[in-house]
C-alpha cells in the first residue's frame, strides 16, 4: 500500500517535467528538423532535401557570421572570467561576512530590470548626444562628442556585462569551499600571488568557471538583442540571420536549418572546452 | 516549494481562461505603430462595448506571425496592399472581403479599386485601404541644403551622419536613383537579381559613412531630433513631425521618386470576432475618426472627405512636401511576386555582415 503512494506521488511530480520537456523541448526541436531536412524544389513544391545544410557549408557569408559569433562568445566568456574571479575572491575571501550579502545583492541588482532596458540604459550613456559624451566634452577631455556605439568593443562590453552574474554565482560557490589555509600555507611556503592563483585558486574553482562558462557562452551565443542593438551596422549575430531567414526570406526551412546547425555546433564547442578542462559535464553542472 | 509551485501555476492558468472568457467582446488587431490611437480605442469602446487590443508590428513579423497560426490570433491585421497576393496565394491566411458589410461610400473610390485589384486572389479581393504614404528622404536642411536624391544616402559629404533601413525599400529606391527601375523587373527574377547585387554593390562600398540602421521610426526621429543624423531615408510622417519641432528638419520627396505605399484592412483566416472587425474597419474610415487619426499620425487617408477635416497644417505638409511634378512621380508598390523576398534577404544580410 505505501509502495504505491510513494509511486503515484512520483507520477504526479514528474509529470509536469516529463510534459515540459516533451512538448516544449523535444517535440519542438523535432518539428525543426522536420522542417530543416524539407525544401522547396524549382516548381515550388516541398520536397525531402539536405540544401538547406549545404547552403550554409558553401554560402561563405552564413558559416562566416556563425565562426564570427562563436569566436566572440568564446572571447566574452574568457573576458567575463577575468573580470568576474577577483570580484568573486573579493566578496568570498577579503570583504567582511557582514558585507557579503549585500555585495552579491548590488551585483544582482542591474538583473531585476529587463535586458532591453539595460541596454538603452547602454545607449543612452554611450550615444553621440549621450550622458559620457556630454561630460567629456564639458571638461575638455574631448574637442567633439564621439561616437561609441555601434562598435565590436562597445557590443563586447554590453555582452560581458549581461553575462556577469552567471559566470559569478557558480564562482562564488566554489570559492567558499576553498579553505583559507591553503593560501595561508602557500605563503609561508613563499609562494607569490601568481603562484596561488594558479596552482591552488583556479584547480579548485575548475568546475565553478567551467559551469559559468558555459551558460556564459550559451547566453552569448544565443543573445540577440544586445549584439543588434549595440553593434548596429556591424553586429551581424547567427541569431540574427535565422531571425533574417525566418522573418525576411519567408524561409523557414532555412532558418530551422540554421537553428539546428546552432544547436549542434554550439554543443560541439562545449564538448570541446570540457574535454580540454577534463572536466565531466555531470559534475560541472552539480 | 514544488507543490506551492504548482498551485500557483495552477490559479495563475485558471485566471487567463477565466479572464479570456469573460471578455468575450475583445478585437485583437495586428497592426503598426500609431495605426489604433488611444482616443480612437476608446471611442470604439463606447459606442460599440468592443475592447480593442493593439499588437504592434511591421508588414514581415505580421506575416510571419499569422502564419505560425494559420491565420488565427488576430481579428485583424494592417498589411501593405503589395504584401498581401503572393502571400495569400501561398500561405492562405487571410479571408476574402465581404464588401456587402462595408461601408463603400466612406473610401476614395480610386483607392478601393487599385487595393480590390492589387489583392485579388482566385477572384476575391482581399482587403480593404486604411491609409497611404510614402518613403523618401529626412533630411535636415541646415546641415544638407542640398541633399535631394537617395543617391544622397551615398554621398560621402555627409560621412557618418546617414541612416536608413535595412529592408526591401531601401534596396528599391537605389535601383530607382541608379537610374533603373526596379518593378519592372519584379517579373524578371534573374534581372533583378542582377539589379540587387549592383545596389548591394553601393551600400557595401559606402557602408563606412552610415550611421547606423535603423530599425525602429522613434529611435531614428531621436537621432535627427538631437543632430546626430542629417540624412535618411524614412517615411513622410516621420519628417513632418519633426519639422513640427525643428524648421530645419522636413520631408523631401527625392528626384527619383517618392516611393507609395497603400496600408490596408485584411481579416486573418480564422478571425474570431468578424463582426467586430468589421465593424472597427466602417469605424476608423468615418471621416471625422479617420480625420483624428490623419491629425494625430500624419498619414494620408483612405477616408473619403476625412481631407477637409483634417488640420491646415497637416495639409500644408502635403502641399510643402509635394509640389505636383513629385505626386506625378511617385512610385506605388506592385504587389511583390515569390522569390523575390529570399533574394532581398540575402543581399541584405550581406550588405550587414560586410566590414
Redesign the interface.
Known sequence: MKQQNIRWGLVIFITPMLLWLLLLIVLPQLDMLFMAVRAENDLGEMGFSLINFKTFFFEPIYWRTFARTATFAIFVTFLTFVITLPVAFYITKVVSPKFQGFLAVLILMPFWVSELVRVYGWMILLRESGFINHFLVKFHILDKPVEMLYNDATMIMGLVYTSMLFMLVPLLSVLESLDNSLIEAAYDLGANMWTILIKIIIPHSMPGIVSGSIVVFMLTLGNYLTPNLMGGKNGLWFTEQIYNQFIASFNWNQGSAFGFLLLILSSVIIWVGLKLSKQKLGQVMQ | M?KKT?LSLMAVLFLAVFTMSAGAQTLEILTWKGYAPKVLVEKFKKETGIDVKVTFTNN??M??KL?ATRGAGFDLAQPSQDRIASVQAKYKIYQAMDFAKINKGQIIASMLKAVKDSTMVNGSPHAVPFCWGTSGLVINKKMAPNASDYTDLLNPKYN?RISYRL?RPTLIALGFALGDNPFAKYSDVSAYKALMDKVSGELIKN?GL????WSNGDALLQLMR???VFVAMAWDNGGWKLHEENPDIDFVAPKSGALGWIDTFAIPAKAKNVDGAYKWINFMLKPENAAVFTNLEKYGTASNGATKLTDKKVRGNFERSFPQADIDNIKWYPPVP?KL??I???I???V??S?
Do not use: P, Q, T, W
Open positions: 514544488f504548482c514581415e513579423e506575416i510571419a502564419r557618418g529592408k557602408k552610415v550611421k547606423n540602421y538631437s543632430g546626430e515569390a523576398e529570399s532581398e534577404g540575402k541584405l544580410d550581406k550587414k555582415a566590414k
